[in-house]
């Protein structure tokens, strides 16, 4: 019987995630979505290894045995689980600690952190860590923008501690590398990542010129290469093409609203526990 859970669950999965398509509307309309079809599938697998965890690995379940390794399958998913997020940690922890090195600029004005400066020649700016994350700006950022364009990325920065990028994008980011094995894993994972910087993008709009913090975009973006770590929140992802025109657009565009997304769009969630439901019927 936990055999056919952990099947069905991942036919559910990847059928979920073959029925993905790139979504339409305004960005909280498509966060929404791309959640949706990103979280669901991994929540199915996971709440279903837990139950079969917490049913254990002898008895019956409606009529049908249990088996020994569907147990043991599910505890080993876990701990891979485990293991990858505390690898993730440890790395995001060194690298903190070699931020100490750095000095600490004062505090701008409408910023809730003191950046680090590090000599890097590349443009960067980026929030690191988790819940209380560090904000590192590079020597070359500050030679490429004056006040009035870094004033911008420290708010789209500012965007970024706001809605604790850095803690929700950690735990995506070890969803992402347990399952990218599912269909549309990294397009999902970078649809998620340009939201993430429309969003942010949108909240800076809010208390800086547009037009600037537009420029201080294309500004960095063609000044930088290399890729940017996953638990990190920069003003530029390695976004490039059809990514950077879209958070331009967006960014420009005048008639865009941003309605807020009532509760129950997340009513989706509740399906998650399914699995768990199983639980009362195994003896």
Not at 5 to 28: C, D, E, F, K
Not at 58 to 82: D, E, F, K, N, R
Not at 112 to 141: E, H, M, N, Y
Not at 252 to 262: C, F, G, R, V
Request: glycine residues 4%; aromatic residues 10%; charged residues 15%.
């Amino acid at each position: 019987m936990h055999s056919m859970m952990i099947a069905l669950a991942a036919i559910a999965a990847v059928v979920l995630r073959w029925a993905w398509l790139p979504a339409s509307g305004n960005w909280q309309q498509r966060w929404q979505k791309t959640l949706f079809f990103f979280l669901l599938p991994i929540l199915l697998l996971a709440m279903t290894a837990i139950a079969i965890v917490c049913m254990g690995p002898q008895g019956t379940m409606a009529g049908m045995p249990t088996v020994g390794y569907t147990y043991q399958l599910a505890i080993a998913l876990l701990i891979l689980a485990s293991f990858v997020a505390l690898s993730l940690v440890y790395t995001t922890q060194q690298s903190l600690k070699r931020l100490q090195q750095y000095p600490e600029l004062p505090q701008p004005p409408g910023l809730s952190q003191k950046p680090r400066k590090t000599p890097d020649s590349q443009p960067l700016c980026a929030q690191i860590g988790f819940w209380q994350p560090q904000l590192v700006i590079s020597q070359g950022l500050l030679d490429l923008l004056d006040t009035e364009h870094l004033n911008a990325v420290f708010a789209h920065e500012q965007a970024h501690y706001h809605y604790r990028d850095t803690f929700w994008f950690f735990g995506l980011g070890v969803l992402r590398r347990l399952t990218f094995w599912l269909p549309h894993s990294q397009a999902l994972w970078e649809e998620l990542l340009t939201l993430r910087e429309v969003r942010a993008d949108a909240y800076a709009a809010q208390s800086v010129d547009k037009l600037l913090l537009a420029e201080a975009l294309l500004f960095s973006v063609s000044a930088a290469t290399g890729d940017i770590p996953a638990h990190s929140a920069t003003l530029h992802p390695s976004v490039k093409g059809d990514r950077l025109q879209e958070r331009i657009d967006a960014l420009l565009d005048e008639t865009a609203s941003q309605p807020q997304q009532p509760w129950w769009t997340w009513s989706w969630l509740l399906t998650t526990i399914l699995p768990l439901l199983a639980i009362p019927f195994h003896t």
